[in-house]
């Protein structure tokens, strides 16, 4: 008996969240180059209806890639929220050695080099990259810093603007070592930079 026009398959999900991992990777290696659908299509083993059948257009293909590397950040997400109870010092050194080694040890940074490549000058993946990738990083330390807050471990200030201090020095120079090709241009100990980060951030926000 054929299956009723616009049904799913029971296996839907799994094969749409295992091609959506086969076309990052793929998107990932290609970099600095912007795949066509065909590319796509070519390196997740499938057709380019069957790409279709699953997200309608390209933009919808990168849309939805960006909302299933969000699920699998969530975890870490928490991780960044979490463990406030310590003194704030030791809790900006620990933040900053989270989010560099998510960037660098778990490959984030090709997440975020893929999330900038394709959204930027996008009406819809411009929005979609924020929402699904940067995002989530910055409300989780805006979380972690809103703890010390309550605490009076930190003076009353914009938190997102904190937010931003500590996450975009680490995501740029992990482009710049790990993307760019800065590791052989001019190498720099992204370990010391956590470091120097947390002490300009306590240095600007602790009470």
């Keep these: 008996m054929a299956r009723p026009t616009g049904s799913k398959d029971r296996d839907h999900d799994e094969k749409r969240a295992a091609l ?37 257009s390209r933009e919808g293909l990168v849309a939805a890639l960006m909302e299933h590397q969000a699920g699998q950040l969530a975890a870490r997400y928490l991780a960044i929220m979490g463990d406030a109870d310590a003194p704030l010092a030791v809790s900006i050194r620990k933040l900053t050695r989270i989010i560099l080694s998510d960037l660098v040890d778990a490959r984030a940074v090709d997440l975020h080099a893929v999330g900038l490549v394709e959204a930027s000058g996008s009406a819809r993946l411009g929005p979609a990259y924020l929402e699904h990738l940067l995002e989530p990083t910055l409300q989780a330390v805006e979380a972690r810093l809103a703890a010390h807050t309550v605490r009076g471990e930190v003076h009353n200030a914009d938190l997102r603007v904190a937010a931003l201090c500590l996450v975009s020095p680490l995501l740029l120079a992990a482009l710049h070592q790990n993307r760019l090709g ?25 009470t």
């Design 20 to 56: 959506l991992d086969r076309i990052g990777r793929h998107l990932s290696a290609s970099l600095p180059a912007k795949s066509s659908l065909r590319e796509i299509a070519a390196a997740a083993g499938v057709t380019i209806p069957t790409l279709v059948h699953y997200f309608g």
């Design 182 to 206: 800065g590791n052989h241009v001019r190498h720099l100990d992204l370990a010391t930079l956590a470091d120097k980060v947390s002490d300009t951030f306590l240095s600007a926000y602790a």
